[in-house]
Structures are given as C-alpha cells and as structure tokens.
C-alpha cells in the first residue's frame, strides 16, 4: 500500500483523545461469556492479541502519518490472527477503520479500505466462524461508522491547521505592518528635526566665521531646543511602542492631545477585549491621534470607542472642514489593520473629516 499520500498529523496526543479505548472491551466479551468453556490456550491468547493490539493503536496515534502503513499492516495482522481465537475482533477491526479514515488521504484511504475488508473476509473464511454472516455484518457496520467518524475527525484536524496558519500569516503580517509603522513614525520624527539641526548647526557655523557671533549664538541656541524637542518626541514614541493595555493607551494619547491644545470630548466605553483585538485597536486608535496632531487646522476633536457584544466601534471626528482627503499611509495602515480582522473602516471629507472604524469581537480571538 502507497503512503505517498498520505497526511500530516500531529504527534502529540492528549490522554483524553484515548478514552474511545474504552470500546474495545467489547472484544473481550465473548472470551468473558465462555470463559468456563474455553480451554486456556485461547484465553491467554486472545487477552495477548488484546494487549498488543492496543499498544500498537496507541503508537498509530503517536505516530507520524507518512509512517502509519507499517502500523496499519501490523494490526491487520494480529486481528486476522486473533479470529481464530475470538469473534470479538469486529470491534478491533473497527478501530483500524477509524485509523484509515483518521490518517490518510481519500485515494490512500480507499487501499486501506479494500484491504481491511479483504483481511476482514479471509479470517471469518479460514477461522471457519459458524455465524460468519453475522460476524461480517457486524464488523462491516462498526467498521463503516468508525471510518465515517475517522474520516470527519481528519477534516476537523485539517480545518483546525488551516485555521492555525491562517492566524500565523495574519500575525506575520501584521508583525510586518507594524514595522512598517514604527519606520514611518521614526522617519517623521527625526527626519525634518534632524535635517532642521544640520542645517542651523552649518548657518551658524558659517556665522561663526564671519564673526557674527550674535546670530550664530542664536542659531546654537535653536538647535539645542530643537535637539530637547527631538529627544522628548522618541521618548513618547519608544512609550507608545511599550503600551499594552488600551485603556492606558487612550489615557496617554488624550494626554498628548491635551498637552497640544487640543479640545477634544472623548467617548470610552469598553469591557474586556480579546488580546488580537485590543493590540489592533490599540493600533488603529494611535494612528488615528498621530493623524489628528499633524493634520488637525483648528485642535477641536471628538473621538468614541464604544464596545457592544459583538463588536467595537471606534469613530474620530475633526471638526475642522476637509475639501480633499489623500489617504496616507497612516490612513491606508488603519484600513488594512480593521481588515485583519474581518472589520472595516471609512473615511468622510467635508464640513469635517470623520473616521469610523468597525471591528467584530470574536470568541476565536
């Protein structure tokens, strides 16, 4: 049997996901409803095969898909042998079942299929079952719905993976954007203050050598302010980067905006959020101020974040009139962070610029 197409699966497993074992003991009742009748040669050999049979299924469940074929051949095995012993590998047979829906792919799976109702036929044939109608009927109705709940369980596991990568790529993503942020950020804080410093630093320079020393003395002095200035701007920008929680997150940039004459009536009304929520809310509401104190004409402002059950509302409004909007980086980053999450944003431009942004809260997050 090819295993070439066979699937990943993980190789830890949880004790609980073990507790369907607990079937198997039916194997054990027709040794149990005969034991007085039974010589013990096939007592001690059909608890044998028992044993055996499940510490193979337990390292099947270990083990890593592209390795199973050995494993599955192993028990087709020692059930064929074990039925000439006992009746009651029906239900062993079915727990092979759930491993060839569980493991493998559907053109694999279809192999592993023929050859367990092969083995299945050819030891009710040659262990010469005097039921062997009922024994086949039973071992191919428990088999089918094991193979049927083995089959669904592969799909949940799939899904679950898919959804696990999804997540990664959707964190690398946002990983990426954010250092895209932090560059921009830097960029324009210490762009044109850096560029403003090397500029008075050669005027007076140039002043200094044409014995204007007043003047030159006054430029010096500006590029000091303009140095304290850069420094307090990184400070407050290394703070943001440090931020965690979100209410103190809008706590600090109403701050900002009051220490910049902002008048600005603030709307919050939140509960507990989900970690991936709160860090791109926290994100989206930063990037919304920084967009208020460099464009903002007249400092008067209203910002609302209000979370309902389902989700979190956030609107920033500068009364101030907009004639053109050119979406930035800054507002193109608060679009692409609300779809991160399935949400999103819009922007208006008139009589005032409005900003609303929508992200649903999920259990998932």
């Known amino acids: 049997m090819s295993t070439t197409n066979t699937l990943s699966k993980p190789s830890n497993k949880k004790f609980w996901e073990y507790a369907p074992l607990i079937f198997t003991g039916f194997y054990l009742l027709p040794t149990l409803f005969n034991l007085s009748n039974l010589p013990v040669n096939t007592i001690v050999m059909s608890v044998a095969f028992y044993i055996v049979f499940i510490l193979l299924y337990i390292k099947a469940m270990h083990c890593e898909t592209k390795r199973i074929t050995t494993l599955f051949v192993i028990m087709l095995v020692v059930c064929f042998s074990a039925t000439f012993y006992t009746t009651g590998t029906s239900t062993l047979f079915g727990f092979i079942a759930f491993i060839a829906g569980e493991s493998y792919a559907k053109k694999s799976r279809l192999y592993a299929v023929f050859s367990l109702i092969f083995t299945v036929a050819l030891s009710a044939y040659l262990a010469d079952i005097a039921n062997i109608k009922y024994f086949l009927a039973g071992t191919l109705l428990i088999s089918g719905a094991l193979l049927a709940f083995g089959i669904a369980t592969q799909k949940e596991r799939l899904h679950k993976k898919r959804e696990q990568e999804s997540a990664n790529q959707l964190e690398q993503l946002a990983a990426i954007a ?85 008048n600005v009536n603030f709307n919050v009304v939140l509960n507990t959020l989900p970690p991936k929520v709160e860090g791109i809310a926290g994100l989206i509401i930063k990037e919304a101020v920084t967009n208020l104190l460099r464009h903002s004409s007249n400092k008067n402002a209203e910002i609302s974040i209000e979370q309902t059950q389902h989700q979190l509302h956030i609107s920033v409004v500068d009364n101030a ?23 999103h944003a819009a922007f208006t431009c008139g009589d005032k ?13």
């Open 321 to 343: 009139p907009c004639s053109t909007l050119n979406a930035g980086n800054g507002l193109n980053g608060i679009k692409e962070r609300a779809e991160q999450l399935n949400g």
């Open 178 to 262: 954010e250092r895209e942020r932090i560059a921009r950020d830097l960029h324009d804080i210490l762009g044109h203050s850096l560029s403003s410093i090397a500029l008075k630093a050669e005027l007076a320079n140039k002043l200094n050598q044409g014995e204007r020393y007043e003047q030159a003395n006054n430029e010096i002095a500006q590029v000091a302010d303009l140095a304290r200035q850069l420094l307090s701007d990184v400070r407050n920008a290394v703070s943001d980067l440090k931020q965690l929680n979100l209410i103190s997150q809008i706590a600090q940039l109403k701050q900002r905006l009051i220490e910049q004459d902002f």
């Open 353 to 365: 610029f409005t900003l609303n942004v929508m992200l649903p809260i999920s259990a998932k997050d």
